[in-house]
Protein backbone atom coordinates (compact mmCIF):
# COMPACT_ATOMS: atom_id res chain seq x y z
CA UNK A 1 0.00 0.00 0.00
CA UNK A 2 1.07 3.36 -0.54
CA UNK A 3 2.70 4.54 2.81
CA UNK A 4 0.71 6.71 5.12
CA UNK A 5 3.68 9.34 4.74
CA UNK A 6 2.57 9.72 1.23
CA UNK A 7 -0.86 10.01 1.90
CA UNK A 8 -0.71 12.17 4.69
CA UNK A 9 1.40 14.62 2.29
CA UNK A 10 -0.69 15.06 -0.56
CA UNK A 11 -3.37 15.90 2.43
CA UNK A 12 -1.29 18.21 3.87
CA UNK A 13 0.02 19.94 0.27
CA UNK A 14 -4.07 20.27 -0.26
CA UNK A 15 -4.93 22.01 3.05
CA UNK A 16 -4.19 25.46 1.78
CA UNK A 17 -6.92 25.11 -0.75
CA UNK A 18 -9.61 24.71 2.58
CA UNK A 19 -12.46 27.23 1.79
CA UNK A 20 -13.56 27.91 5.57
CA UNK A 21 -14.34 31.66 6.07
CA UNK A 22 -16.67 31.04 8.48
CA UNK A 23 -15.49 28.79 10.81
CA UNK A 24 -11.76 29.47 10.47
CA UNK A 25 -11.28 25.71 10.72
CA UNK A 26 -9.39 24.70 7.60
CA UNK A 27 -9.43 20.62 6.89
CA UNK A 28 -8.37 18.50 3.71
CA UNK A 29 -8.34 14.64 3.28
CA UNK A 30 -6.82 12.47 1.03
CA UNK A 31 -7.92 8.94 0.08
CA UNK A 32 -6.15 6.11 -1.39
CA UNK A 33 -8.55 3.83 -3.44
CA UNK A 34 -8.11 0.44 -4.91
CA UNK A 35 -6.88 1.26 -8.02
CA UNK A 36 -3.72 2.71 -6.11
CA UNK A 37 -4.78 6.34 -6.88
CA UNK A 38 -4.89 9.28 -4.32
CA UNK A 39 -7.87 11.61 -4.35
CA UNK A 40 -7.93 14.83 -2.52
CA UNK A 41 -10.69 17.11 -1.18
CA UNK A 42 -10.91 20.52 0.89
CA UNK A 43 -13.96 21.68 3.10
CA UNK A 44 -15.81 24.25 1.33
CA UNK A 45 -18.12 26.23 3.14
CA UNK A 46 -21.26 28.56 2.22
CA UNK A 47 -22.74 31.69 3.51
CA UNK A 48 -25.73 29.37 3.42
CA UNK A 49 -24.18 27.76 5.84
CA UNK A 50 -25.66 24.16 5.27
CA UNK A 51 -24.73 24.22 2.44
CA UNK A 52 -21.22 23.54 3.36
CA UNK A 53 -19.36 20.46 3.04
CA UNK A 54 -16.82 18.27 4.91
CA UNK A 55 -13.11 17.82 3.18
CA UNK A 56 -13.69 13.95 3.37
CA UNK A 57 -16.37 14.04 1.83
CA UNK A 58 -15.04 16.24 -1.39
CA UNK A 59 -12.28 13.89 -1.44
CA UNK A 60 -14.38 10.71 -1.55
CA UNK A 61 -16.80 12.46 -4.44
CA UNK A 62 -13.80 13.34 -6.40
CA UNK A 63 -12.77 9.95 -6.25
CA UNK A 64 -15.77 8.31 -7.38
CA UNK A 65 -16.37 10.84 -9.83
CA UNK A 66 -12.86 9.92 -11.14
CA UNK A 67 -14.54 6.07 -11.50
CA UNK A 68 -13.28 4.75 -8.36
CA UNK A 69 -15.62 2.28 -6.01
CA UNK A 70 -13.28 1.42 -3.17
CA UNK A 71 -11.06 3.06 -0.74
CA UNK A 72 -8.19 1.61 1.34
CA UNK A 73 -7.51 4.49 3.39
CA UNK A 74 -7.93 8.41 4.02
CA UNK A 75 -6.16 9.96 5.32
CA UNK A 76 -7.65 13.80 6.97
CA UNK A 77 -5.43 16.97 8.09
CA UNK A 78 -6.94 20.24 9.99
CA UNK A 79 -6.56 22.90 12.75
CA UNK A 80 -8.02 26.61 12.81
CA UNK A 81 -6.00 29.06 10.40
CA UNK A 82 -4.39 26.38 8.11
CA UNK A 83 -2.98 24.11 10.58
CA UNK A 84 -2.79 20.74 10.71
CA UNK A 85 -2.64 21.50 14.49
CA UNK A 86 -5.78 19.07 15.45
CA UNK A 87 -6.00 15.31 14.97
CA UNK A 88 -9.00 15.97 13.29
CA UNK A 89 -11.70 12.72 13.21
CA UNK A 90 -14.50 12.53 11.08
CA UNK A 91 -17.85 13.60 11.41
CA UNK A 92 -20.53 11.39 11.63
CA UNK A 93 -21.80 11.83 7.92
CA UNK A 94 -18.89 11.45 6.62
CA UNK A 95 -18.27 8.07 8.74
CA UNK A 96 -21.48 7.31 6.86
CA UNK A 97 -19.91 8.00 3.69
CA UNK A 98 -17.28 6.61 4.15
CA UNK A 99 -18.82 3.22 4.86
CA UNK A 100 -20.19 3.00 1.32
CA UNK A 101 -17.03 2.37 -0.27
CA UNK A 102 -14.73 0.37 1.69
CA UNK A 103 -14.91 -2.68 3.85
CA UNK A 104 -14.95 -1.44 7.62
CA UNK A 105 -12.79 -3.48 8.78
CA UNK A 106 -9.82 -2.58 6.55
CA UNK A 107 -10.19 0.99 6.18
CA UNK A 108 -7.51 2.71 7.48
CA UNK A 109 -8.69 6.03 8.65
CA UNK A 110 -5.84 8.63 9.79
CA UNK A 111 -5.83 11.34 11.13
CA UNK A 112 -2.56 13.41 10.79
CA UNK A 113 -0.62 16.78 12.52
CA UNK A 114 2.17 15.53 10.52
CA UNK A 115 3.85 12.84 8.18
CA UNK A 116 5.02 11.22 11.34
CA UNK A 117 2.60 12.42 13.62
CA UNK A 118 -0.69 10.35 13.42
CA UNK A 119 -3.45 8.34 14.92
CA UNK A 120 -4.60 5.52 12.50
CA UNK A 121 -8.01 3.68 13.14
CA UNK A 122 -10.11 1.42 11.37
CA UNK A 123 -13.82 2.19 10.22
CA UNK A 124 -15.13 -0.20 11.97
CA UNK A 125 -13.86 0.92 15.36
CA UNK A 126 -14.98 4.60 14.40
CA UNK A 127 -18.49 3.26 13.42
CA UNK A 128 -18.80 -0.15 14.74
CA UNK A 129 -22.59 -1.66 13.87
CA UNK A 130 -22.78 0.48 10.72
CA UNK A 131 -25.49 0.43 7.92
CA UNK A 132 -24.14 -0.67 4.56
CA UNK A 133 -24.80 -1.06 0.91
CA UNK A 134 -25.02 -4.97 1.47
CA UNK A 135 -28.30 -4.30 4.24
CA UNK A 136 -29.95 -3.26 0.81
CA UNK A 137 -28.58 -6.47 -1.39
CA UNK A 138 -25.46 -4.31 -3.02
N1 LIG B 1 -15.10 19.60 8.84
C1 LIG B 1 -14.57 18.75 7.91
O1 LIG B 1 -14.21 19.16 6.81
N2 LIG B 1 -14.47 17.44 8.25
C2 LIG B 1 -14.89 16.89 9.42
O2 LIG B 1 -14.93 15.68 9.56
C3 LIG B 1 -15.27 17.78 10.51
C4 LIG B 1 -15.56 19.19 10.15
C5 LIG B 1 -15.25 21.01 8.48
C6 LIG B 1 -16.67 21.42 8.26
C7 LIG B 1 -16.60 22.91 8.51
O3 LIG B 1 -16.23 23.55 7.29
C8 LIG B 1 -15.47 23.07 9.52
O4 LIG B 1 -14.76 21.84 9.50
C9 LIG B 1 -15.95 23.35 10.93
O5 LIG B 1 -16.92 22.44 11.31
Known sequence: MTDRKQLIREALDCLVNSYAPYSGYNVAAAVLCSSGKIYTGV????????????????AISHAVACGEKEIEAIAIVGGANYSASDYCPPCG??????REFCDPKKLAVIFARSETD????????????SFGPEMLGK
Not at 93 to 98: D, F, G, K, P
Not at 118 to 129: A, H, I, N, R, V
Request: hydrophobic share 35%.
Open 43 to 58: NVENASYPAGICAERN
Open 118 to 129: YKEMTLEQLLPE
Open 93 to 98: ICRQVM
